[in-house]
């Protein structure tokens, strides 16, 4: 079982930063793809990000790349997420999700945290 727990969600104004941390544990999380989703109101989640647990391959969606940069930190089991140049349209509740022997697409996340929300204001 993997186990996680996202902080670092809250309010900021267009055009600014948040970064989101989800700390991981159990006994598969070295085996693990870590990565992040969102869910915006009337809309399907959608994948953000991914990232290799064993080494630096990471993965963006489109609508992102270039202004969010997903990264961990092994000896603290955490994952995070960078989120710069915030727009209304990045708002929504975002959830940690882990895959094992996931690809950083997480095509497949069989563990997911609680979610935590981000709110953008215009």
């Known amino acids: 079982q993997v186990q996680l727990v996202e902080t670092g969600g809250g309010l900021v104004q267009a055009g600014g930063s948040l970064r989101l941390s989800c700390a991981a544990s159990?006994?598969?999380?070295?085996?693990?793809?870590l990565g992040w989703f969102r869910r915006a109101p009337g809309k399907e989640r959608e994948f953000v990000a991914g990232?290799?647990?064993?080494?630096?391959?990471?993965y963006y969606a489109d609508s992102v790349k270039g202004r969010f940069t997903i990264s961990r930190d092994n000896a603290k089991n955490t994952v995070y997420l960078q989120m710069n140049s915030l727009k209304p349209e990045d708002a929504a509740v975002y959830y940690c999700?882990?895959?094992?022997?996931?690809?950083?697409?997480?095509?497949?996340?069989?563990?997911w945290g609680q979610g935590t929300q981000v709110t953008v204001s215009s």
């Open positions: 159990g006994r598969s999380i070295n085996a693990c793809a």
């Open positions: 999700a882990a895959e094992f022997l996931g690809t950083t697409r997480l095509s497949n996340p069989g563990f």
């Open positions: 990232i290799s647990w064993s080494g630096p391959s990471t």
